[in-house]
């Protein structure tokens, strides 16, 4: 008996310590770990005498099985994502109240990616002294005193493009210098950042010019970053359908315990499935957010349109997600432009649209031809 209950301490201290190295050291994590604790249970089941002990130790035994099969499909069917990493030199992020963090002024650095050891991309990122990812040259000499800004995430700041290749960029340039460009987005950005930048104002410490239009690039996984952002402010939804400022969503994770959980839980694909589900609350404040931030964009800048650019398209939107949505964005009276409309072979040819190798940011064309549809789709048709 005593011979038994020290191979059980054994194999629990042994799984605990595979369970360790797993989180730091191997892809699919979990997996390994379900491996090595549905070991222990089944052991369990032999060793223990009681029968109310052995089918405690057989549930246990199934349920993580049962857990551990579930990981090892997910991984089977879609972990290449988990392949793709970033690497970035000299880049400094600083936390910002209220945005939450912000890259850090007058700095350039550099940004790669890699799909297991092949480089993707490496592209030089330019940071302003205003903390916004450079504009066209129109910016600083033109005589015109109108601008258009851009809110949004990597996909307005350009991830993986050069600084003058992206869509910001770009529509100033092919504006012939009629309008000022500013590219308020940044990685990991969401509607939240560009509602409390207008809330606070913040971009009327940036501007020179006269803002005419506002231009929002959303990807349904806004809707997940309004409520599971790591620093960034925190909307809640009122019964009148009006959102309200209520602390940064990093504030129930404000203890170094609750941190280290919730990163280690994350290298989980079950729980990123689970954590990226989307509710109707999560639409409705998503819509909230951005009818907000256009009702004070068009109240403060007068004569002035807010448009959103759109995502839609198959690998990007779940079918039942973007209905929701785009019904939300009718019934709000939100100017919205398709990205299917904008790029119509996206989903039958996405490797010409995107940076390639699992990576779903669009590329330079894309950037080209969607600032294209800006210039004669928004900025021309007033």
Same mark, same amino acid.
């Given at each position: 008996?005593?011979?038994?209950?020290?191979? /059980?301490?054994?194999?629990?201290? =042994?799984?605990?310590?595979?369970?360790?190295?797993? $989180?730091?050291?191997?892809?699919?994590?979990?997996?390994? /770990? =379900?491996?090595?604790?549905? *070991?222990?249970?089944?052991?369990?089941?032999?060793?223990?005498?009681?029968?109310?002990?052995?089918?405690?130790?057989?549930?246990?035994?199934?349920?993580?099985?049962?857990?551990?099969?579930?990981?090892?499909?997910?991984? &089977?069917?879609?972990?290449?994502?988990?392949?793709?990493?970033?690497?970035?030199?000299?880049?400094?992020?600083?936390?910002?109240? +209220?945005? %939450?963090?912000?890259?850090?002024?007058?700095?350039?650095?550099?940004?790669?990616?890699? !799909?297991?050891?092949?480089?993707?991309?490496?592209?030089?990122?330019?940071?302003?002294?205003?903390?916004?990812?450079?504009?066209?040259?129109?910016?600083?000499?033109?005589?015109?005193?109108? @601008?258009?800004?851009?809110?949004?995430?990597?996909? *307005? #700041?350009?991830?993986?493009?050069?600084?003058?290749?992206? /869509? +910001?960029? $770009?529509?100033?340039?092919?504006?012939? %210098?009629?309008?000022?460009?500013?590219? #308020?987005?940044?990685?990991?950005?969401?509607?939240?950042?560009?509602?409390?930048?207008?809330?606070?104002? &913040?971009?009327?410490?940036?501007?020179? @010019?006269?803002?005419?239009?506002?231009?929002?690039? =959303?990807? +349904?996984?806004? $809707?997940?970053?309004? *409520?599971?952002?790591?620093?960034?402010?925190?909307?809640? &939804?009122?019964?009148?359908?009006?959102?309200? &400022?209520?602390?940064?969503?990093?504030?129930?994770?404000?203890?170094?315990?609750?941190?280290?959980?919730?990163?280690? $839980?994350?290298?989980?694909?079950?729980?990123?499935?689970?954590?990226?589900?989307?509710?109707?609350?999560?639409?409705?404040? !998503?819509?909230?957010?951005?009818?907000?931030?256009?009702?004070?964009?068009?109240?403060?800048?007068?004569?002035?349109? #807010?448009?959103?650019?759109?995502?839609?398209?198959?690998?990007? @939107?779940?079918?039942?997600? @973007?209905?929701?949505?785009?019904?939300?964005?009718?019934?709000?009276?939100?100017?919205?432009?398709?990205?299917?409309?904008?790029? +119509?072979?996206?989903?039958?040819?996405?490797?010409?649209?995107?940076?390639?190798?699992?990576?779903?940011?669009?590329?330079?064309?894309?950037? %080209?031809?969607?600032?294209?549809?800006?210039?004669?789709?928004?900025?021309?048709?007033?």
């Amino acid at each position: 008996m005593k011979y038994k209950k020290r191979w /059980m301490h054994t194999l629990c201290a =042994a799984a605990l310590a595979i369970s360790l190295i797993s $989180l730091s050291y191997f892809r699919a994590p979990y997996v390994w /770990m =379900a491996v090595v604790w549905s *070991t222990v249970a089944f052991s369990g089941v032999i060793y223990s005498r009681n029968s109310t002990t052995k089918a405690v130790w057989l549930n246990v035994g199934v349920a993580i099985t049962t857990l551990g099969m579930i990981e090892s499909y997910f991984w &089977l069917n879609g972990g290449d994502g988990n392949k793709l990493r970033y690497e970035y030199r000299e880049r400094h992020i600083t936390r910002h109240t +209220p945005l %939450g963090y912000a890259p850090q002024e007058s700095m350039v650095y550099s940004g790669a990616r890699y !799909f297991g050891d092949k480089a993707i991309y490496h592209v030089t990122y330019t940071i302003g002294a205003n903390g916004l990812r450079i504009g066209s040259p129109s910016a600083g000499g033109s005589d015109s005193t109108d @601008c258009v800004v851009f809110f949004g995430d990597s996909f *307005t #700041f350009g991830e993986g493009v050069s600084d003058n290749e992206t /869509m +910001p960029y $770009l529509v100033g340039q092919q504006s012939g %210098g009629q309008y000022h460009t500013y590219n #308020f987005g940044f990685h990991g950005y969401g509607p939240h950042q560009m509602l409390v930048t207008l809330e606070y104002n &913040l971009e009327g410490h940036v501007l020179d @010019c006269k803002p005419r239009f506002a231009v929002y690039q =959303a990807i +349904p996984d806004h $809707l997940r970053r309004v *409520t599971h952002d790591t620093y960034g402010p925190r909307y809640v &939804l009122e019964k009148d359908g009006h959102v309200r &400022l209520a602390g940064r969503l990093d504030d129930a994770q404000s203890n170094v315990i609750n941190t280290v959980v919730v990163e280690q $839980l994350k290298k989980s694909l079950l729980v990123q499935k689970i954590n990226n589900r989307i509710s109707s609350s999560d639409v409705a404040l !998503f819509l909230g957010i951005v009818d907000s931030s256009r009702n004070i964009f068009e109240h403060r800048y007068t004569g002035s349109m #807010f448009h959103v650019i759109f995502w839609d398209t198959e690998d990007h @939107c779940p079918r039942d997600i @973007c209905q929701a949505i785009l019904e939300g964005f009718r019934d709000k009276r939100i100017r919205v432009h398709l990205i299917s409309n904008i790029l +119509p072979e996206y989903n039958k040819n996405k490797a010409k649209y995107t940076i390639g190798l699992g990576g779903k940011h669009p590329n330079a064309l894309a950037h %080209g031809l969607i600032a294209q549809y800006v210039v004669e789709n928004i900025l021309r048709k007033q």
